[in-house]
């Protein structure tokens, strides 16, 4: 069993996170925006830092609104760089507006980021992460392997012998269609 289905059902802080979402497949493009955000944010960083920060992420980049934080301009990073209610990290704070930028192209090109996703699955892990690279910034190997595993693109996020393992399997992730 994985060490996070491990210790998340005996932490408050993680346990609805692990039961209800990691590793469920996503298809909404703000849902998908967050945690690509939150992912990056986590870098060198603990997952319950950012999941603690969670509801302050949203309200500092306006819930997830790609197109809105695609519009963030110098005020904007001024406003999250002095807001302590997030991860205050100039490549951070930058990489999610770049990013939301990147994600509007991609919304007027193939019509969402989930379809985006879809089109290039399935990958290995290595090729993800060429990928993100060439269309992203600030992707790191873990970032690309964590942000596609909690949305179901890569396995992982649970063990057979974890109990939510079978809803995952029932919800079909895609990783289940393809090669990982």
């Known amino acids: 069993m994985a060490d996070y289905c491990r210790s998340a059902p005996h932490d408050a802080l993680h346990r609805a996170y692990h039961a209800f979402e990691y590793g469920f497949p ?6 998908l925006f967050e945690r690509l955000v939150l992912e990056i944010n ?6 319950g830092t950012i999941l603690r920060k969670r509801t302050a992420f949203r309200q500092a980049y306006a819930q997830f609104d790609i197109a809105r934080v695609a519009a963030f301009g110098e ?3 001024a406003r999250l760089l002095s807001d302590a209610g997030i ?7 930058g990489a999610a507006i770049e990013n939301a930028r990147r994600l509007r192209e991609i919304q007027v090109r193939v019509g969402s980021f989930s379809a985006w996703l879809d089109i290039h699955h399935p990958r290995a892990h290595d090729e ?24 179901g693109y890569l396995p992982g996020a649970h063990g057979p012998e974890c109990p939510v393992y079978p809803e995952i399997i029932a919800a079909s992730p895609p990783w289940l269609s393809g090669p990982a």
């Open 26 to 31: 996503v298809r909404d493009d703000t849902v």
């Open 42 to 47: 986590q870098a060198g960083l603990s997952w």
């Open 75 to 77: 005020a904007d990073i």
């Open 87 to 93: 991860v205050r990290n100039r490549r951070k704070v």
């Open 128 to 151: 993800w992460v060429a990928l993100f690279r060439r269309f992203f910034v600030f992707m790191g190997r873990e970032i690309v392997g964590e942000f596609l595993m909690s949305t």
